[in-house]
């Protein structure tokens, strides 16, 4: 969808993932996992104001804010040590 944050925050491949008015992404699948890192890009505005947060057994664990644009990715690295379950 040029021009938009689409295509500029392609990392890897020809695919990208988004999220629309705040709905979850989740992990399904069982066992523990570290989150490490993720590449990041606003797609229609700059100045996006995103919300990470790890959840584990129901509870907040971990949150960050961020600000993103749309000239391209954001490398952003949590480190946020396992183990997490998909809630």
């Given at each position: ?12 491949g ?42 584990l ?9 961020l ?21």
């Amino acid at each position: 969808m040029p021009p938009s944050g689409y295509q500029n925050g392609i990392v890897s491949g020809t695919y990208v993932g988004w999220i629309d008015n705040g709905a979850r992404i989740t992990r399904d699948g069982g066992g523990t996992f570290t989150f490490n890192s993720v590449h990041l890009t606003a797609a229609w505005r700059d100045g996006l104001h995103v919300t990470v947060q790890g959840w584990l057994g129901g509870s907040l664990a971990q949150s960050r804010n961020l600000v993103l644009d749309t000239s391209g990715p954001s490398f952003q690295v949590f480190n946020w040590p396992g183990p997490w379950w998909p809630d």
